[in-house]
T-cell receptor, first 114, second 113 residues
Framework: DAEITQSPRHKITETGRQVTLACHQTWNHNNMFWYRQDLGHGLRLIHYSYGVQDTNKGEVSDGYSVSRSNTEDLPLTLESAASSQTSVYFC?????????????FGNGTRLTVT | LAKTTQPISMDSYEGQEVNITCSHNNIATNDYITWYQQFPSQGPRFIIQGYKTKVTNEVASLFIPADRKSSTLSLPRVSLSDTAVYYCLVGESYTGTASKLTFGTGTRLQVTL
């Protein structure tokens, strides 16, 4: 079965370090997204991509970057981790050739910045 | 952007029908209404989607009035395993508009015996 996998599930890092969170999907979806989830804020969009070599900023993109070198992967990089980036991060994907295709989510990465 | 408003929380007993209403007064002509369910330590999961009138699948029903300014997710005979957070989204996920999908804080449904 097709799926979307995030790794690691849990990560603890120190302030100032660069961190990369992995997202891999086998749905062959062109659209991929990164969200963060914090208490009281729901899910907020960080970055998204509509295909290889395409990346776009979302609502809360400061301090984050993504790259899309193939269809399956959209890694999220925190250039210099800050305590405010402690959160749960979710990756999602959706079809690009069908109106209103649902989002398929991974099970998240819990990141703690100390 | 079509903003949505949902109750913060709801309580129900097992076996009852639960209706969660979402308000979306600024819904656009091309917008669909989509509901997701999220369990602790998991990503949201698609439940149901509709444009107008009524949609039913094996999990839930979605009722949308003619003016489309609100929608109601109906869960028949809930069980303890339906305890989760439910999100109502309004918008398009098609290329070019996916960034406009906004998740609110959702409705936390607690089901007890």
């Amino acid at each position: 079965d097709a799926e979307i996998t995030q790794s690691p599930r849990h990560k603890i890092t120190e302030t100032g370090r660069q961190v990369t969170l992995a997202c891999h999907q086998t749905w062959n979806h062109n659209n991929m997204f990164w969200y963060r989830q914090d208490l009281g804020h729901g899910l907020r969009l960080i970055h998204y991509s509509y295909g290889v070599q395409d990346t776009n900023k979302g609502e809360v993109s400061d301090g984050y970057s993504v790259s899309r070198s193939n269809t399956e992967d959209l890694p999220l990089t925190l250039e210099s981790a800050a305590s405010s980036q402690t959160s749960v991060y979710f990756c999602a994907s959706s079809e690009s050739n069908r109106d209103n295709s649902p989002l398929h989510f991974g099970n998240g990465t819990r990141l703690t910045v100390t | 952007l079509a903003k949505t408003t949902q109750p913060i929380s709801m309580d129900s007993y097992e076996g009852q029908e639960v209706n969660i209403t979402c308000s979306h007064n600024n819904i656009a002509t091309n917008d669909y209404i989509t509901w997701y369910q999220q369990f602790p330590s998991q990503g949201p999961r698609f439940i149901i989607q509709g444009y107008k009138t009524k949609v039913t699948n094996e999990v839930a029903s979605l009722f949308i009035p003619a003016d489309r300014k609100s929608s109601t997710l109906s869960l028949p005979r809930v069980s303890l395993s339906d305890t989760a957070v439910y999100y109502c989204l309004v918008g398009e996920s098609y290329t070019g508009t996916a960034s406009k999908l906004t998740f609110g804080t959702g409705t936390r449904l607690q089901v007890t015996l």
